[in-house]
């Protein structure tokens, strides 16, 4: 079976009837879509979908889902995301579709947020091996760059290609793409970063994510809150 299939099927044997049931975005949280559906049609699972993205909840339509959109709930009982990495102590990087900011806030309106993703998003200790977005309003972003520089993280604006110019976030702002060292304090950056002003958000998500759910060659491994 795909790896991101064996994870996103195993991650949806966790809803349970009549659960408010949180869905972000990417090729993984599909899986988990078409898993509620079929667990919806053959055993008459019954939940209320709040989908994080347009894409998604175009999804929940498709699929005949109750919908709520996500400014009309106060809290969600679970909630699934895919990310670009997770590492062994539940440390994430989202982000990279420059949605990192309201994806922080579906999370942590969970009761239970659950990581969704395939081995290749897997590491023991997140690195600078991939972009960690900060999403800045426009006035803001020579300030913000200036302040990553002195904490010790060059940036770059992030484009969407040579003849696209800029990305601009679904909140219409800029994105700051820095790399993490490998050994701070994860924490503390993101609370350095986010207290700047003209910042909204970091993607990294820091004591967040409850559990993930990782395909793999072998299965599905999880990786639990605090069990290693
Ligand atoms: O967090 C993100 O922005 C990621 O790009 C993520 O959502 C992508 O997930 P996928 O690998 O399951 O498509």
């Given at each position: 079976m795909d790896k991101k299939q064996s994870a996103g099927i195993a991650a949806a044997s966790l809803v349970t009837n009549g659960m408010t049931v949180g869905l972000g975005t990417g090729s993984t949280v599909l899986h988990v879509i078409k898993e509620l559906?079929?667990?919806?049609d053959d055993e008459g699972l019954e939940f209320i979908a709040v989908p994080s993205?347009?894409?998604t909840r175009l999804l929940c339509i498709?699929?005949?889902?109750e919908y709520r959109d996500l400014c009309d709930v106060d809290k969600l009982d679970i909630a699934f995301d895919g990310c670009d990495r997770?590492?062994?102590n539940l440390n994430v990087i989202k982000g990279g579709g420059a949605a990192q900011t309201v994806e922080k806030v579906f999370a942590c309106m969970a009761d239970k947020f659950v990581i969704v993703a395939d081995d290749s998003k897997y590491v023991r200790t997140l690195s600078g091996d991939v972009d960690v977005p900060v999403e800045v309003i426009e006035c803001?972003?020579?300030s913000v760059q200036a302040s990553l520089d002195k904490l010790g993280y060059e940036s770059k604006l992030r484009n969407a290609g040579k003849k696209d110019g800029l990305v601009i976030t679904d909140n219409g702002n800029i994105v700051l793409d820095i790399?993490?060292?490998g050994d701070e304090d994860l924490l503390a950056l993101n609370n350095a970063v986010t207290l700047l002003p003209g910042v909204l958000e970091i993607g990294i998500f820091i004591g967040i994510a409850d559990?993930?759910?990782v395909?793999?060659?072998n299965g599905c491994k999880i990786i639990y809150k605090n069990l290693h």
């Open positions: 559906k079929r667990r919806h993205s347009f894409p498709e699929n005949g889902f997770v590492d062994d803001a972003w020579r790399r993490l060292k559990c993930a759910y395909g793999t060659d």
